[in-house]
Nanobody
Framework: QVQLVESGGGLVQPGGSLRLSCAASGMMFSSYAMSWYRQTPGKQREFVAQVGIAGNTHYTDSAKGRFTISRDNAKNTVYLQMNSLKPEDTAAYFC?????????WGQGTQVTVSS
């Protein structure tokens, strides 16, 4: 049974930092591209960042220069380091795993950026 469990969300002041983690189990982690998405109420889930099987990374424009995605295949974990956080980064953040023919989602972790 595949599980993706996110952690690390919380309340942070503007300009602050958070590191999100997503621990995977029940899957061959190294065979999946791993992504982070986010969603606010009433809006569609949007792409934030992806790290491929080879470690290549992609970011949405709003995340470039502030967020860093990384993976540790030995720990079956993907991370999202978020710096210089802004109120508009407030959202539920979801971990996503994409394989050849399958995709999995975590349950999400809330990030709130507010003073």
């Amino acid at each position: 049974q595949v599980q993706l469990v996110e952690s690390g969300g919380g309340l942070v002041q503007p300009g602050g930092s958070l590191r999100l983690s997503c621990a995977a189990s029940g899957m061959m982690f190294s065979s999946y591209a791993m992504s982070w998405y986010r969603q606010t109420p009433g809006k569609q889930r949007e792409f934030v960042a992806q790290v491929g099987i080879a470690g290549n990374t992609h970011y949405t424009d709003s995340a470039k220069g502030r967020f860093t995605i990384s993976r540790d295949n030995a720990k079956n974990t993907v991370y999202l380091q978020m710096n210089s956080l802004k109120p508009e980064d407030t959202a539920a953040y979801f971990c996503n795993a994409i394989g050849v023919s399958t995709t999995y989602w975590g349950q999400g972790t809330q990030v709130t950026v507010s003073s």
